[in-house]
């Protein structure tokens, strides 16, 4: 078999497995919401009852609810996830394609961050194993880790913002600056969790038999470090992007609205306390949709870095 | 002849949770230009360390003493950065198994070509064309092809026979091989020894072969040195040992090796176990295991020199 065959048929394999998880998905997340008190058209004065039936009428809410079920199926599947509750004149499609590139944008430049300063104080801790270096960077990542995020933002939009003046304290309006703070605090714990993870693999993989082969070969050490550990030591990182990268999405909910921040996450959290339906289940299986298309775009580098994979063992 | 590389009093200890622990205590040894010496051991015996220690490559929790001057000039004072000129280049290590000594992550190629570009300054396909031609003479079928693949994808005896291709690249005046056919069976290993051998006849190239296996000496190498628990028991060349042994533990050792011309008894063995490093006895290390111990043997003896390279940690030699 040869290499491409092989990364082709596990990638549809993969594939494949993305429906029946989208489906059980999609069925727990339509149920839970119906199952949760309240609607979409509760408010504190009650809607004349021909007005509530008419409206009800409008989005199908009267039909019985295995019927509503099989019609949102067949509607998912046409890439429709039907017109918003709440935002009137707004399909959730539309909402979607607004605030998406705005978490993307932060998500993917706070993953790029946590990439680049995560992996490089990793090796460095690696490289100084139980000397200072390593202690302070363990120690910051103890704390990165363990601080949620919705304490270290208001502590950075106090300290940075506030205080000093230097950027802004929310907001999608303004140049570059509006994005430091919010990424920094998508960043930090992941940044925490990648230094730690590369810390570790990187110690084990300096002890191994390979590298004091290297080394025996009288390559400088950073050859050694950069061209025969630091591939090695990755592996772990890589496999945990998948995870990492839900971690973003989930994180980018609570930082967007701390920052006041038109992304998807904003109109989750609104759409979940206004009961919109449609809105709540078009970003879950949006949400759902990316991680698995993430968990599957680290699979295959993961594979395509690990030779011993690739192949197939023997 | 002067010596190639002369080793005096090299010591290696690693500090342990247990203590501090006496790998190598003290060993001298010269090697001479396409000279084949072996250094016979049980595991623990120091062998390896000893070598790892002039090669510069001890475990973080070791540290050396002595000297190892190669060509004159100490191994043991240098940088790092100054080792890094002979290590893979003059000097070239083989280790022990060839399963976690290749890089599983890189290609062949890659492992073989960095040596020789960053050592003799060749480009890469210099380099590749190179590497191609030392794994034709290891007799890796079809290596052209074959350089482009990973450790996984070559049978063990494969792999063992790249690692040697890879330490014989540079034409190292100096080859330390560590157990280099104990992962492989009897005929590959016999090949490999060949193989060596004319490489070292040709360049007239200095091997040192680490091994536990004293049969596996016989007709590979020129001189035997024997190591007990981080000490120097016996020199010799391999006719002298193999026909008078001197010291009761060489003697242990050449009994252990099950012959074939005999139809006599059982496989001997040595009784007992070597001792511990961290906590040596005091006296004759060897004394507990020994069938010839006396009194004598509470006090340490030393490297009695019999002449003509020949020499015995043993009382039994003391001429006074």
């Not at chain 2, 035997?224 to 000490?231: H, P």
């Amino acid at each position: 078999m040869s290499a491409e065959t092989g990364v082709m048929r596990h990638a549809g394999r993969r594939l494949l497995g993305l429906v029946p998880t989208l489906l059980i998905l999609i069925t727990i997340v339509f149920f839970m919401m119906r199952v949760a008190p309240g609607g979409p058209f509760d408010a504190e004065k009650a809607l004349p009852p021909d007005i509530q039936a008419n409206l009800e009428a409008r989005y199908h809410l009267d039909e019985p609810l295995i019927q509503q079920y099989f019609r949102y199926l067949g509607q998912v599947l046409r890439f429709d996830f039907g017109p918003s509750f709440q935002y009137r004149d707004w399909t959730v499609n539309e909402l979607i394609a607004q605030g998406f590139p705005v978490s993307l944008t932060i998500g993917g430049l706070a993953l790029v961050l946590s990439l680049l300063v995560g992996v490089s104080v990793g090796v460095l801790a690696a490289l100084r194993q139980n000397r200072p270096t390593d202690y302070t960077v363990m120690g910051f990542a103890m704390l990165g880790i363990s601080i949620p995020n919705f304490v270290v933002a208001p502590v950075l939009i106090l300290l940075l913002a506030v205080y000093a003046g230097w950027l802004p304290a929310g907001g999608w309006e303004g140049g570059w600056t509006r994005l430091v703070l919010p990424v920094i605090t998508l960043a930090l714990p992941v940044i925490a969790y990648i230094a730690r993870l590369t810390r570790g693999s990187m110690i084990e993989v300096l002890h191994s038999n390979f590298i004091r082969a290297a080394r025996a070969k009288g390559l400088p050490g950073r050859q050694v470090i950069f061209g025969y550990a630091l591939k090695p030591a990755l592996l772990p990182v890589v496999s945990w992007l998948g995870p990492a990268a839900a971690g973003l999405v989930t994180g980018s909910v609570v930082v967007e609205r701390i920052f006041a921040i038109p992304g998807l996450g904003s109109y989750f959290v609104q759409g979940a306390l206004n009961r919109d339906y449609t809105l709540v289940m078009g970003v879950v299986v949006f949400y759902g949709f990316l991680i698995i298309v993430l968990n599957f775009i680290v699979d295959l580098l993961y594979v395509w870095m690990n030779p011993r994979v690739r192949y197939g063992e023997g | 002849m002067s010596a190639l590389l002369e080793v005096r009093d090299l010591q290696v200890r690693f500090d342990t949770p247990d203590g501090d622990v006496e790998a190598v205590r003290g060993i001298d040894f010269d090697l001479s230009p396409g000279e084949s010496l072996a250094v016979v051991g049980e595991s623990g015996s120091g062998k390896t360390q000893a070598f790892l220690a002039i090669m510069g490559l001890l475990a973080e929790n070791g540290s050396a003493n002595g000297q190892a001057r190669f060509h004159g000039e100490d191994l043991m004072a240098m940088s790092s950065r100054d080792l890094n000129r002979h290590r893979g280049h003059d000097i070239a290590m083989i280790f022990q198994d060839p399963m976690s000594a290749l890089n599983p992550y890189l290609s062949i190629e890659k492992q073989m070509i960095d040596g020789p570009m960053h050592h003799l300054g060749l480009g890469r396909a210099e380099a590749r064309a190179h590497a191609v031609e030392m794994l034709r003479a290891v007799r890796i079928p079809d290596p052209d092809e074959r350089i482009g693949h990973y450790p996984h994808q070559f049978s063990g005896g494969m792999r063992q026979r790249i690692t040697i291709a890879m330490g014989l690249l540079c034409e190292p005046e100096i080859l330390i091989a560590d157990e280099p056919t104990t992962a492989l069976d009897v005929t590959v290993q016999a090949r490999i020894a060949r193989l060596v051998g004319d490489v070292a006849r040709r360049s007239h190239m200095a091997t040192v072969l680490i091994t536990h296996d004293l049969g596996a000496v016989a007709g590979v190498c020129d001189r035997i040195l024997v190591m007990y628990a981080g000490q120097v028991v016996e020199t010799g060349t391999v006719r002298e040992i193999f026909d008078s042994p001197r010291h009761p533990y060489t003697r242990g050792l050449l009994d252990s090796i099950p012959r074939l011309d005999r139809i006599d008894d059982t496989l001997h063995a040595i009784p007992g176990n070597p001792p511990n490093l961290s906590d040596l006895p005091g006296g004759c290390v060897f004394r507990e295991r020994c069938d010839r111990a006396f009194d004598a043997c509470a006090e340490p003896p030393p490297l009695f020199d019999l002449g003509e390279g020949r020499a015995s940690r043993c009382h039994l030699e003391d001429p006074s």
